[in-house]
């Protein structure tokens, strides 16, 4: 069954991509989403994307259960699936609300524009004081504690109903080889923080003031924040090249259990994976095909395969063993559009759901590993009148690079 994308004009039909085949259907869309200019550093391009139409966008999807499923997006989105059919919920903001989070006691989260968070326990939404006006876009457990980040490096952490501050605002870059380079201010040279994994905070980096070889956002090469025995933080490159400047840390899968199954994602499309000696290392080739393609979203299913989705408009599959030095294991592109995807979410391969730049519109999917088939239905999803969108917001939430 064929699914088309109405979130921007001139898309050809949208088919799933088989094993071996390769699928040029475009170019990835340009200028994703907006924040207000950025004037800390004139080196630093964030560029004015052309105004857009008002767009019904869902950016993330989790859930507890078969029925028991959420999705999140634009203009303050929020649709809930009993089972039966989804219904939108709700929250009280026309803002964006950018991420989900799936806590450990079966509580979700919800973080957006404005510094908006939302708890949903028993099936209710209600919101919390985060102490912050700046927009969140990513919430996680760190080192067993619930954290939100977003703009401008704003970091919160939660304790019982309340969040505050992480009071480290020091911060020590180190090199590859793990020897200190320079002392940072997290408020003066972090850009945004995006995604909060267990064992690291990803985002994006730079210092204004710095005249020697570029080592934050521009020839980043990827980087984390993290603590430090020594030091309140480390700020660390994942390795690697610097292929592309402004690189971003986008996504995460993380696991506190089993360091083989954490994971994250950069806005060029490189994956990196957790070793048991607590060091990042780098899955080639890049998933992506094309400069500023990202990986948006990772998810797991219980056999440890990895599951993108890209901006690029890919759905990427990868068993644990894949190795492309070693040549062990597999990757394959199950869907290659044009139209990015943001999030992706399943209870099992079978039961897949994927969100993006769809108007109004959730993909329900069904993967078979074994015999490397995927079918997927469009479910259409109906925003109220009062969710229209205007030129002047971000549509993804996030910031742009």
């Not at 050809?12 to 990835?28: A, E, H, N, T, W």
């Not at 767009?55 to 009993?82: E, K, P, Q, S």
Request: proline share 6%; charged share 20%.
């Amino acid at each position: 069954m064929k699914f088309h994308a109405t979130a921007t004009a001139d898309h050809p039909d949208l088919r799933p991509r088989s094993r071996g085949r390769i699928l040029l259907l475009g170019v990835l869309l340009a200028s994703l989403a907006a924040l207000a200019a950025c004037n800390k550093d004139a080196s630093v391009t964030f560029p004015t994307p052309p105004p857009t139409e008002p767009m019904h966008w869902l950016f993330d999807v989790t859930g507890r259960a078969t029925n028991d499923i959420w999705a999140c997006g634009n203009a303050g989105a929020m649709f809930h699936y009993d089972g039966n059919e989804w219904s939108w919920y709700d929250m009280g903001t026309d803002q964006p609300i950018v991420k989900l989070y799936l806590a450990d006691d079966g509580a979700i989260y919800a973080v957006g524009h404005g510094g908006k968070i939302w708890r949903n326990i028993g099936g209710t939404w209600s919101a919390m004081d985060s102490g912050t006006s700046e927009d969140l876009y990513g919430i996680g457990s760190y080192l067993g504690n619930i954290h939100a980040c977003g703009n401008d490096g704003v970091l919160r952490r939660l304790s019982g109903s309340t969040w505050s501050g992480v009071d480290r605002n020091d911060m020590i870059l180190r090199d590859e080889q793990g020897a200190p380079v320079d002392t940072l201010s997290q408020r003066d040279d972090v850009v945004a923080l995006l995604t909060v994994n267990n064992f690291a905070i990803g985002g994006a980096y730079y210092k204004p003031d710095y005249d020697g070889p570029d080592i934050g956002i521009l020839g980043t090469r990827g980087m984390i924040l993290a603590e430090d025995n020594e030091f309140d933080w480390i700020l660390r490159p994942l390795g690697g090249d610097p292929i592309y400047l402004e690189e971003w840390v986008f996504s995460n899968w993380s696991d506190p259990d089993d360091m083989t199954r954490n994971y994250l994602g950069t806005s060029e499309g490189w994956l990196y994976r957790l070793n048991t000696d607590n060091s990042w290392v780098l899955d080639i080739p890049k998933v992506t095909k094309d400069p500023h393609g990202g990986i948006r979203d990772i998810w797991l299913d219980a056999d440890a395969n990895v599951y993108l989705a890209t901006d690029e408009g890919q759905i990427v599959f990868q068993t644990p063993d894949y190795s492309f030095v070693a040549d062990t294991g597999e990757r394959r592109t199950l869907v290659d559009l044009t139209t990015p995807f943001m999030g992706i979410w399943g209870t099992d391969p079978g039961n897949l759901y994927l969100v993006g730049l769809f108007e109004d519109m959730i993909i329900h999917a069904s993967y078979d590993v074994v015999t490397d088939e995927l079918t997927w239905e469009e479910i259409p999803v109906d925003f109220p009148a009062k969710a229209a969108t205007g030129p002047a917001v971000d549509p993804l939430g996030l910031p742009l690079r």
